[in-house]
Structure formats: C-alpha cells, structure tokens
C-alpha cells in the first residue's frame, strides 16, 4: 500500500464515491454545481482526489444526493485521521528532541541516573504510558514509526 501520510488515498476514495453517487442519483457534475456552491471543474477535480473541499461541501452533496450523511461522515473520518497522524508527529518530534536533550553522558554516575529518571518518567507521560511502559535499563522503540531507539542508562 502506498504511504498515505497526507491521506491522498482517502481523499481519492471519497471523490470517487462522492462520483458514483452523482451518477446514480442522474446529476452530471454540471448539474450538481447548481446545488453546491461549487464550479463543475472543482467537482470534477474533488472527484479524482486533487482539490479537497470543506466539510459545508460534503454536507451539501449530502443533502443534493440525499446520502443520509454517508460523504460527511467519510470527510469526518477522514480529518479525524489526519488529526490523529499530525498529534502522533508532534509526540515524535517531542519524544526526539527529550532524547536528544538527555543524550550527552553525565560523567558523574547520579547525573546519569537523574537523567534517565527524568526522561523515562516524560516519554511515559507524553505517551500515556503506566510505569510498565519503559524500564530502566531496557531497550524501546517508542511511538510506531519512531525509528530511533531510547536506551535508559540508570548504571
């Protein structure tokens, strides 16, 4: 499967379906414009995945085709997703820039311990993780897609 980071496959898959049902229904994309506020090659682009419309357009087309919410819903998914991958990055890029913060070596062993302590008890926090979560002197490949493993020194 092709990596989807910005849900282009999704967006496909809605503007074809959002297609099919113009079809089924009898509209050409010429006819649906006069029911949402939307120009016949913005339709056409929106059905092949290379505009993204709001969620006020998938609501309209809803009611134009009378879907029963089937195109919004889909849009809601389909946001819902993008939103969760951007949260996932941004604990990622916090989860690396901790590690890259605690990676220099404290010569002094207690340092060393209170560092380790320190990022354990932040990474179990910024994933949401119950004291199980890491240990210390284990080895974790935290946040799937996170390619760098954390080893907590606490020697």
């Known amino acids: 499967m092709p990596n989807e980071d910005d849900g ?3 967006w496909r898959s809605l503007g ?3 297609a099919d049902l113009r079809k089924s229904a009898g509209y050409t994309q010429q006819t649906l414009t006069s ?3 939307y120009g016949r090659s913005s339709i056409g682009n929106i059905e092949i995945g290379r505009q993204r419309a709001d969620r006020g357009f998938w609501v ?4 134009a ?3 029963g919410g089937l195109l919004t819903a889909d849009y809601d998914r389909i946001m819902a997703t993008q939103q969760d991958r951007r949260l996932q990055a941004s604990r990622s890029a916090s989860l690396t820039q901790l590690t890259d913060e605690f ?3 404290d010569e002094a062993g207690a340092g060393r311990i209170a560092a380790a302590n320190v990022v354990r008890l932040r990474v179990e926090g910024a994933l949401g ?3 199980a979560g890491l240990r210390q002197g284990s080895d974790m490949t935290v946040a799937g897609g996170w390619v760098r493993t954390l080893r907590i020194m606490a020697v």
């Open 8 to 10: 282009s496959q999704s």
């Open 16 to 18: 074809r379906k959002l």
């Open 35 to 37: 029911k949402v506020p």
């Open 60 to 63: 309209r087309c809803d009611a």
């Open 65 to 67: 085709l009378a879907t």
């Open 103 to 105: 990676s220099t070596k």
């Open 129 to 131: 993780l119950s004291d």
